[in-house]
């Protein structure tokens, strides 16, 4: 079983940043592939950013150049740096964990992420103009 714990949500104004913490524990290791979804109000679930266990990023069009995944395997976190952040931003963010090592484009960001075994509890990112 492996457990994902996000931190680092808050309210910030449009063009602020914020960077999104998560730490995995169970029985999980660097293969695994993880990124993050989110869900605006009364939209469905997105992805958003998404690493596989080679280390190798893929994200949505609309947050490249903005956000920045990354992990610290050492610490067994996922990061999420997001910068230059807008109202249409605003959503629940959850971090998300599968045991594949490598994910297609849809496996990874698509599909609502049906495709991930794993989920966190999600933390709230609110961007106001």
């Known amino acids: 079983q492996v457990q994902l714990v996000e931190s680092g949500g808050g309210s910030v104004q449009s063009g602020g940043s914020l960077r999104l913490s998560c730490v995995a524990s169970?029985?999980?290791?660097?293969?695994?592939?993880m990124g993050w979804f989110r869900r605006p109000p009364g939209k469905e679930r997105e992805g958003v950013a998404a690493?596989?266990?080679?280390?190798?990023?893929s994200y949505v069009d609309p947050v490249k150049g903005r956000f920045t995944i990354s992990q610290d395997n050492a610490k067994n976190t996922l990061y999420l740096q997001m910068n230059s952040l807008k109202p249409e931003d605003s959503a629940m963010y959850y971090c998300?964990?599968?045991?594949?090592?490598?994910?297609?484009?849809?496996?990874?960001?698509?599909?609502?992420?049906?495709?991930?075994?794993?989920w966190g509890q999600g933390t709230q990112v609110t961007v106001s103009s």
């Open positions: 998300v964990a599968d045991p594949r090592r490598h994910m297609t484009a849809i496996q990874a960001l698509g599909a609502e992420g049906m495709y991930y075994n794993y």
């Open positions: 690493i596989d266990g080679d280390g190798s990023t």
């Open positions: 169970g029985y999980i290791n660097s293969t695994y592939s």
